[in-house]
């Protein structure tokens, strides 16, 4: 039921905001190529200079391969806000955006150098990862203005999340990863440590 607030803004032609971060924990060894996945779509992110709806094709793909990957989901988190003034809106983004990027090793290392193919491959695997997704969008989107720290939740949410950028409704996209780089570890202590929204599954 929306609130007074909301049918006040309604009445007043405002446009309605959501501003949605999610947190998803995936745990086990198999969830290593899941980073791979991220770097490419942070590398085509940055080679387009942020094109929104480049972005926005990135971030089907990895809701797409969360998805794929819900039996190795442990935990979960999110927050968020309805806001009916844009500057504020992207002010809220920009917020969560600065947050994000200091989480424990949730910025990719794009100078990272290839590995040659003969050199053998000795980096440890990382058993725990963290994705981060922000976005912000116009309308209402009941599907995300919700708790999603259970599992029917969080599914719903990243299919809603795939619909918004098809709808072409999505004014903002944000995804970060801890760990972002190739070798890194995120250990049990550091998961508790640095990410205290996440509810087990």
């Not at 387009?48 to 926005?56: A, F, P, S, T, V």
Request: net charge negative; with cysteine.
């Amino acid at each position: 039921m929306a609130s007074l607030g909301d049918r006040f803004n309604k009445m007043m032609g405002k446009t309605r905001f959501v501003v949605c971060r999610l947190f998803l924990h995936l745990g086990g060894a198999e969830v290593a190529p899941l980073l791979g996945v991220l770097n490419q779509v942070t590398r085509e992110a940055i080679d387009h200079d942020g094109d929104l709806e480049i972005m926005g094709s990135g971030l089907v793909e990895v809701c797409q391969s969360l998805l794929q990957y819900n039996s190795y989901w442990q935990s979960a988190g999110n927050e968020g806000d309805v806001i009916w003034d844009e500057e504020e809106a992207g002010d809220y983004v920009n917020e969560l955006f600065t947050d994000s990027a200091q989480r424990y090793l949730s910025q990719p290392d794009l100078n990272q150098e290839e590995i040659a193919p003969d050199e053998p491959l000795s980096l440890p695997i990382t058993y725990n990862l963290v994705v981060i997704v922000t976005i912000g969008c116009e309308g209402e989107v009941p599907d995300l203005e919700t708790d999603l720290a259970n599992f029917e939740a969080m599914e719903a949410g990243l299919k809603s999340i795939i619909n918004l950028h098809y709808q072409g409704s999505l004014r903002a996209i944000q995804i970060h990863f801890s760990p972002a780089r190739l070798g890194g570890v995120l250990t049990e202590d550091q998961l508790l440590q640095n990410f205290p929204e996440l509810v087990p599954l």
